[in-house]
């Protein structure tokens, strides 16, 4: 969150600098880390394509890692899409310097992903991974499609935008939405990473783990390759993202709940053949 106020003030290459530094603090406290090593057995290493191969195979048998898989590609390519749009929209939609208001409002976004995940620490807890990842997805696209709005709705409100040292009146009534938004994309990525940790088997869980990282990867490709749709018409497009976002959080509580459903019926079975045993 501090990144657009040292850039502005010390310049990129100090900014550059301390970014460096906050990795080799985050090196120096793994250090401290002490794991108990767990005896397992060690298989010989595969191609690589065996290896992908292998995770692909695993995920087809985990409903609920292939689901985690399928958003893992679906989420970040609408939130690259976005991520893309954001200089143009602050320009154009917002009326406000790119050299201020956008890093601003990137600033408050971070700044909300941190409150989210310190919020998370305090309170998530007691909330099922599932609830977490579609309250995250339902309320991060209610909340772009809200950010896209605004400026749609105050170009209608405010013949002249009025701005001070560069900074929109429309901006300021944007940063309270991109700092929620921040907060709600905290709980997908904590959610999505947690499930996938709970739900596949451990010796296999760097395969899995690598199948998400490209299908992740690949989401974000195809969404900047998207930004070029949106020539002149920003604010439409964010809000569209949001409502199609809005839309995989709904479909994924209805996959949850159907796949709760079933893993109930499926463990009363277990618990009937038990006692008939």
Known sequence: PLASIVLLSLGPGIAFGIDALTF??????????RVQRAETQREERQPLI?????GVHLINRLPLVRMVVLLSLVVPLMI??????????VVDALHSTKELGFPIMEGSVTLGFALGVLALGWWGQ????SRLIVFGIVGLGLLIALQGLIPLVGAHLERQPVSIYGLSLLLFLVLPCTLCIGAMNSLVFAGVRTVLQEETPRAALGRVA???SVASGLGFAIGALLTGLAD???ALVICLIGI????????????FNRYQ???SRAEQVVALRALGE
Do not use: D, H, M
């Open 126 to 129: 007691r909330i099922a991974r």
């Open 80 to 89: 690259s899409w976005y991520n893309t749009l954001q200089l143009p929209f």
């Open 261 to 263: 459903s079933f893993a």
């Open 210 to 212: 690598s199948v998400v």
């Open 244 to 255: 199609a976002i809005a839309v995989v959080g709904i479909i994924s509580q209805w996959f």
């Open 232 to 234: 002149g018409r920003v």
């Open 50 to 54: 065996k290896e992908i191969a292998a």
């Open 24 to 33: 080799l603090a985050s090196a120096v406290l793994l250090l401290g880390v």
